[in-house]
Structures are given as structure tokens and as C-alpha cells.
């Protein structure tokens, strides 16, 4: 099997230096680039499994370049940050990052890190490849399971794998309240994190998707210390 590779965008040369050393002595293909300009020239015509990406960086910074690889794919993002303050976490997992390190960081919690969110996409990505030839419509809206598309009223609606598999969930128990526990169950992959509110991170980039207002959600609404409930219509 092929080490996973792992992509470190960060502007301090003696931590890439250091993670390129302790992270490729546990066995992972290690690219480390100095900013967003070189992450950008790798994954133009080369992989990463995984991102580990600086939230100060020069130019372009981290919350930015997050955003742009959420909007392209599902791709595993780990910010780093020397702040290490509350706003700073929450804006990171708002953009799409996946998990948050504040430095200075233990380099065995770093792989620690790691180590679950590759299990958790590598389990996710095998069942997205079960399918079924089934469409489920609510709204506006169709959902074919077999294709893994979106369609508002005949218009495609691009989502990513995670989406794609968040709102099969939603719609398979449609009119059932579902809490955060039962939904990583149902994800069968999206082990505890360090982050309690990675589900909740993934149902606003999901609404931000199909509902008219978000902040108003008619389709996936919250029910206060329970979860989520998830509301097709006629």
C-alpha cells in the first residue's frame, strides 16, 4: 500500500524542516511548501491525503487557502495556529478545516490528529462507494443517490463527498430527530475529535447549499438539545 502524502504549508522552514523529518520516520510521504502559491503549484497536478496548513501565512493566509480547498473537495485540513485563541478555532472550522493545533504542539498529538482523520475519510470515502439506484426529493429539489448529484428545479447543485453523504443520512430518516452521536454512528467513519462541533461545521456548509436563508433553515432545522432534524415537505 502506498504511504499516505501529506501536504505542510507553512512559512517557518525549521517546522516544515522538523515535520518533514518525524512525520516521514512514521512511515507518510511528507511535501512541505513555504506558502499558498506553492501548495497550489503541487495540487495542480499532484495529490496530497491529507493538509497541514498555517493560519499566518505570508500573502495569501490560512483561512483563505481552507476555503478554497473546501470548495474544491473534502481533502483533510489541519490548521495550525501560534494564536491558539477560541475566535481563531471556530473561524477555521467555519471555512472547512477539519481540526485545529495551537503552537507550540507535541508532534506525537500531531500524528495522533492525523492518524483519526485518515481513518475517518478513508472509511467514509468506501461507504460513499456503495450505491443505489434511488432519487429523493424534497422541495425544489432531487437527489439522485446513484449519480451523487443535486438538482434544483433542473439546475445541478455541486456538492462535495461529505455533503453528498450528510444529506443522504438527512434524507433517509427524514421527520426523525438525529443527534450529533447518531449521526457520526450513521456516518460509520467520523470518529470522536478533538472538535466536538465537526458535525455541526458540515450541516451549515450543508445548508448554505439548499436552504433559501441559512440563518432561517426550513429543511435542516436544529432542535435545541437534541440535534437535528431534517424536514422534506410535501
Sequence with gaps: MDSKRILV???????RELLQEYLSAQGFQVIAVADGKGMDEYLADKQADLVILDLMLPGEDGLSLARRLRAKS??????????????????GLEVGADDYLAKPFNPRELLARIRALLR????????????????????????????????KNGVNIPLTAGEFNLLRIFVDHSNRVLSRD???????GYERSPFDRSIDVRVTRLRRKIEEDASAPLYIRTIWGEGYLFVPGD
Excluded: Q, T, W, Y
Aim: proline share 5%; charged share 40%; net charge negative.
Design 74 to 91: 473534502d481533502l483533510p485540513i489541519i490548521m495550525l495556529s501560534a494564536r491558539g485563541e477560541d475566535v481563531d478555532r471556530i473561524i
Design 120 to 151: 475517518r475519510n478513508e472509511k467514509v470515502a468506501d461507504k460513499a462507494e456503495i450505491k443505489k439506484p434511488e432519487e429523493h426529493r424534497f422541495g425544489p429539489f432531487l437527489l439522485n443517490l446513484e449519480s451523487r448529484d443535486l438538482h
Design 182 to 188: 447518531g449521526i457520526m454512528d450513521l456516518l460509520k
Design 9 to 15: 504549508v507553512d512559512d517557518d522552514a525549521g517546522l
